[in-house]
């Protein structure tokens, strides 16, 4: 795999040459997130936008309803317990921080929940390029994919969850970063990162499991 300065010099490069399509599909991401029903499968699609974008080829409208499309039901897989994860730990961490427990504990706790959910969303970021691409769609095995990859690629995975928290901090302080880039410049690296991967693997015959 390319060294991890090198991929993300990539990532930016793709996202630049598609930016004013790409920031169309995150405005109508974040739209759909604000309708619940199709927030998982607007998700996928622009996963699946930004997979065709990593691989050299350009981001279309068409491709992302399309995809919303096939998407629709079978993204609830993935949808369903993500939701179910970040409504706990962001529940877990907003109580800490306003209920009656004693300090320190109450802000340790609170940073420990904060931190799973980050963590968990930073996996995502490396599990949706895998499901959209992998034949077989169960996303248990796209997780264990992800994991695996983060796992023999450390300063990668260190390097993208400093730039996933740094853009997520601009986001709090400038909203329309949410509407207008976070989703799809954050899908677009994890995409590069795993199609480099996945090149890695097939130059050397190897592959990721399969079960």
């Not at 309803?65 to 939701?83: C, I, T």
């Not at 959209?132 to 248990?140: E, K, L, N, P, S």
């Amino acid at each position: 795999m390319d060294k991890p300065l090198k991929l993300i010099g990539k990532a930016l490069r793709a996202y630049w040459d598609e930016a004013f399509t790409l920031m169309v599909l995150n405005l109508i991401w974040l739209v759909a997130q604000v309708l619940i029903i199709p927030g998982p499968a607007a998700t996928a699609a622009l996963f699946y936008v930004t997979h065709r974008v990593a691989r050299g080829q350009f981001a279309r409208l068409s491709d992302f309803w399309g995809a919303f499309n096939r998407f629709f039901l079978s993204s609830w897989k993935w949808g369903a317990p993500n939701l179910l994860v970040v409504l706990v730990l962001g529940y877990a961490a907003y109580f800490y921080a306003l209920g009656p427990f004693p300090q320190p504990y109450a802000f340790v706790l609170m940073c420990l929940n904060l931190v799973l959910l980050a963590g968990w969303l930073f996996l995502q970021l490396f599990a949706l390029p895998f499901w959209v691409d992998q034949a077989d769609q169960r996303v248990g095995l796209a997780l264990r994919n992800a994991v695996v990859m983060l796992a023999h690629n450390l300063r990668l995975a260190a390097l993208v969850f400093a730039i996933m928290i740094a853009l997520l901090a601009l986001t709090v302080a400038f909203w329309i970063l949410l509407g207008m880039v976070t989703v799809a410049l954050l899908a677009m690296v994890g995409n590069t990162a795993v199609a480099a991967q996945l090149d890695a693997l097939e130059q050397t015959g190897d592959s990721m499991p399969a079960e």
